[in-house]
């Protein structure tokens, strides 16, 4: 990163977060849980006896470090974790927060994620927010791809363009006007120049962006940074290729299927049907995608008897109480709604999901499995429900 975007974040660390927060919360989300990593890199299948080497990337203020070892922790289970970040400001916080919380076994590392390869090799590296900030995104891609195991996998995030419309406009007129200025004095010009803005402002309209409304942080990182470049699904998955990598899956795998607003099937070959899929619904602000070495994805083990599902912020009880109502399910997400016609006779089987049975217990008669595909192909694709083995045998 160049001193400018180092200084941001000295002068501003980012997300801002409260290190006595952690004793009331546990900020979660993809990517990076556990169950979800399991699911999308390792085919629900991970040996969770085998300890975690894991990578945090840009870990700013600790969001992805704290949710990982947090969750990694109650589950019993055991890992090393390096957090990597330029800004001394951001990792301080992080150590605080990982102290508040008691969590061990985590390395603190103020460097730059394009040295990762010194430090692994890992078996999982997350680096959410920080590729499209680099001079050289690729890189970015690069360093991380040469620091996994050849069996190992990434999470990572990077910024959509169709969802931040206003942001580079804006971006472009406040570096034109205050870039000589220090971040303190930028922040408060800003702050004066935006409130003069018209209402008609493509950002103003854009009712999705809110992190100007969450601190001088967000303000800052949405409309000051003065190294932001968007991706595209296809830009994604094309610097993923350059770096030896295979695109794995999306935790909102549903999104990037265009079928829903179509008449027809688009014929397309699987990237330029996701990439059809952002186009029309307009709504990504980011990307959030797995990534493995090339040529060895796991697919998800849908329909597998000995696969292990887990529901993700959701009651099992209640949903079962829900379906067996026989309206189905309907979720809403950036900004869709998408409705599912699970069967009532589903309800049963998705209350005996706790995160230790198999598929064969749930589902037990190929009438079972039927309604089980129904609840796969709702939850699974939506990210409300993963395969994975990590509490098997625990608790």
């Known amino acids: 990163m160049t001193d400018t975007v180092r200084a941001q974040y000295e002068a501003f660390p980012y997300p801002e977060r409260k290190p006595t927060d952690e004793r009331k919360r546990l900020i979660t989300g993809s990517p990076s849980l556990p169950v979800e990593m399991d699911h999308w890199l390792w085919g629900g299948a991970r040996d969770w006896s085998q300890r975690l080497k894991a990578l945090v990337a840009g870990g700013g203020t600790g969001d992805a470090l704290i949710q990982l070892a947090q969750k990694l922790t109650d589950a019993g289970r055991s890992y090393d974790i390096t957090y990597l970040d330029l800004s001394q400001a951001s990792r301080r916080i992080a150590e605080k927060r990982a102290e508040v919380r008691k969590l ?14 010194d430090y692994g090799p890992f078996d999982y590296i997350d680096c959410c927010g920080v590729l499209h900030h680099l001079s050289d995104p690729q890189a970015g891609f690069d360093a991380l791809a040469g620091a996994l195991k050849p069996d190992g996998g990434i999470g990572l995030m990077v910024y959509a ?3 931040r419309s206003g942001v580079y406009p804006l971006q472009d007129a406040f570096n034109t006007l205050l870039h000589n200025l220090p971040p303190e004095k930028q922040l408060k010009a800003a702050k004066r120049v935006f409130d003069r803005l018209p209402e008609a402002h493509p950002f103003k309209r854009n009712q999705r962006l809110v992190d100007h409304k969450n601190g ?45 607003l179509l008449d027809d099937p688009s014929g397309l070959d699987p990237v330029a049907d996701m990439q059809l899929a952002e186009d029309l619904r307009g709504t990504f602000k980011t990307h ?34 829900h379906l067996a109502k026989g309206q189905g399910l309907t979720i809403d997400t950036a900004g869709t ?10 309800a049963p089987l998705v209350a005996r999901v ?26 699974c694709p939506s990210g409300l429900m993963h395969y994975s083995h990590l509490l098997v045998g625990q608790g």
Do not use: C
Not at 105 to 117: P, Y
Not at 299 to 318: E, I, K, Q, S
Not at 337 to 346: E, K, L, T, W, Y
């Open 104 to 117: 061990s076994g985590i390395t603190f590392v103020t460097g730059s994620l394009l040295d990762a390869g």
């Open 161 to 163: 363009p169709h969802g």
């Open 216 to 260: 001088d942080a967000g303000f800052y990182d949405l409309l000051l940074h003065s190294q932001d470049r968007p991706f595209t699904i296809t830009a994604l998955i094309e610097a993923l290729n350059a770096a030896g990598l295979d695109y794995a899956g999306a935790p909102e795998a549903m999104l990037y299927d265009p079928a829903p």
């Open 288 to 321: 959030i995608a797995y990534a493995r070495p090339k040529g060895q994805v796991i697919a998800p083990p849908l329909g597998r008897p000995d696969a292990v599902p887990l529901l993700r912020d959701m009651d099992a009880a209640a949903l079962a109480s």
């Open 337 to 346: 709604s998408f409705h599912f016609g699970i069967p009532a006779q589903a």
């Open 354 to 379: 706790d995160g230790h049975r198999p598929v064969a217990d749930i589902a037990p008669s190929e009438m079972d499995l039927r309604h089980w595909a129904a609840v796969e192909a709702a939850l």
